[in-house]
């Protein structure tokens, strides 16, 4: 079992930023595909970011694709960021971390995680 525990949500002006972590513990394991999600009231849940434990470039939904950057602590390869800069109001949601074993996909979907945190919320004001 993997626990993933998010933090650093909040309410913050349109233009400005946020940065979440992702902290997981547990049988947790060096490679790993670690994903950021999101999910407006009434929308669907969709994959935000996602990067590979074990190196190589991370993904992005097209719609954060230059405002956001995943990465991880260099020091604490057990805690991941998802830095969100530039912030619409269109971004406000639920963000929830997730984690799969082996190689991220392209495509970031849901079905493919199996570990989930419990969500920090982020509102972004006009």
């Known amino acids: 079992q993997v626990q993933l525990v998010e933090s650093g949500g909040g309410s913050v002006q349109a233009g400005g930023s946020l940065r979440l972590s992702c902290a997981a513990s547990?049988?947790?394991?060096?490679?790993?595909?670690m994903a950021w999600f999101r999910q407006a009231p009434g929308k669907e849940r969709e994959g935000v970011a996602a990067?590979?434990?074990?190196?190589?470039?991370?993904?992005y939904v097209d719609s954060v694709k230059g405002r956001f950057t995943v990465s991880q602590d260099t020091a604490k390869n057990t805690v991941v960021y998802l830095e969100m800069n530039t912030l619409k109001p269109e971004d406000t949601a639920i963000y929830y971390c997730?984690?799969?074993?082996?190689?991220?996909?392209?495509?970031?979907?849901?079905?493919?995680?199996?570990?989930w945190g419990q969500g920090t919320q982020v509102t972004v004001s006009s």
């Open positions: 997730a984690a799969a074993g082996g190689y991220c996909t392209p495509h970031i979907e849901r079905y493919e995680y199996n570990y």
């Open positions: 547990g049988d947790w394991y060096r490679r790993t595909c």
């Open positions: 990067m590979y434990t074990g190196g190589g470039s991370p993904y």
